[in-house]
């Protein structure tokens, strides 16, 4: 009889190293699954340390989830922010009211066209830029950095570009630019333009309108010429945002509308009057809380925003700051947005 007990018991040990061999194998040419430790079978026992129930730290990712498929960021050259009620444009008042926005959004030192839109799409302050000029000027070469239409391009996504001054092409290396066109005409015929052959698979689509500029710079800021142009503006802005819908795009395009400075009497170049330095920064799009902002925005942060929205790595030396709070989240102190 003990005989048979103990044919029994090897049997059964038998049989259950058999089951654990079958349980953990791995058939052929299969990776061998890595282990991985959960907290599970700790808190069922008893901790034998802090360490044993202190949560794993999370895994490092180079670019944050993005939030837009793509990224439309209008820049309306000379645009005052107190001209967007007093002209009024209600179109951009409209996409604040459903957006985020601030009317104290700061250019950058000296308040140029050309240098203030580099630092918009460069994420750079001028210093860094490298940008002291003022005119079209190929021989000067580009601004110094990467921009945000290197990293879009570098990720695959398509790069435009659509501008009514020529010099705007020194804010960037053409060759980040899938399509760059100069148009030298007014604001709608701009709008015109692009319509005729709307980008529909752009990541990134930058267009500026000039003609506010040139009526400020000729008639002065305000004027009843700089009011109308502005109007006429609106409802280009109109036109492009219908084309987004009529497309399918609007629910997964970040819209960031601002300006590269201000301007007062005939002239915007005076980096100590507020209505030069002071620019409209509105954002709406996915993702978007309503609603004023109170942190600093600096034009800077125009490139930071979208490529972080985009998902794109942000570069440590760019002085631009994603303004999280237009999404909902904390955004850090600045306690004085200008750069020079």
């Not at 089951?19 to 700790?42: D, K, M, N, S």
């Not at 998902?311 to 700051?321: F, K, Q, T, Y």
């Amino acid at each position: 009889m003990k005989y048979f007990r103990f044919r029994f018991f090897c049997v059964i040990a038998l049989a259950a190293l058999f089951l654990a061999a079958c349980q953990y194998a791995v058939p052929a040419g299969t990776a061998t699954p890595t282990f991985v430790p959960t907290l599970t079978a700790t808190l069922t026992g008893t901790p034998t340390s802090a360490e044993t129930l202190a949560p794993l730290p999370p895994t490092p990712t180079a670019t944050p989830a993005p939030v837009a498929k793509r990224v439309l960021i209008l820049s309306l050259d000379g645009l005052r922010a107190d001209a967007v009620a007093q002209a009024p444009m209600p179109t951009l008042l409209a996409l604040m009211q459903h957006g985020a926005y601030t009317l104290n959004a700061q250019t950058i030192v000296p308040p140029g066209t050309l240098p203030a839109h580099a630092s918009m799409l460069t994420g750079l302050c001028p210093a860094k830029h490298g940008v002291d000029w003022n005119d079209y000027l190929p021989k000067r070469g580009i601004a110094k950095g990467p921009s945000l239409f290197d990293l879009a391009h570098a990720a695959g996504l398509e790069t435009v570009m659509v501008v009514g001054k020529q010099k705007l092409v020194q804010v960037t290396d053409p060759a980040s630019l899938d399509s760059f066109t100069f148009i030298n005409d007014r604001d709608v015929v701009i709008t015109q333009k692009i319509l005729a052959n709307f980008p529909q698979n752009f990541g990134v689509l930058f267009i500026h309108f000039p003609t506010a500029d040139d009526m400020g710079s000729t008639y002065g800021w305000p004027s009843w010429q700089y009011w109308d142009v502005l109007r006429q503006a609106d409802k280009a802005l109109a036109d492009l945002l219908k084309a987004l819908d009529d497309h399918g795009l609007r629910d997964e395009t970040l819209i960031i509308v601002t300006a590269d400075h201000g301007g007062h009497g005939m002239g915007h170049y005076d980096a100590n009057d507020p209505l030069n330095m002071t620019i409209p920064w509105v954002v709406s799009g996915p993702g978007v809380t309503a609603g004023e902002l109170k942190v600093a925005v600096n034009t800077t942060d125009t490139a930071a925003t979208a490529a972080w929205a985009l998902g794109l790595p942000i570069p440590s030396n760019w002085d631009g700051i994603p303004v999280y709070e237009a999404f909902g989240l904390k955004s850090p102190a600045r306690p004085d947005p200008r750069c020079q």
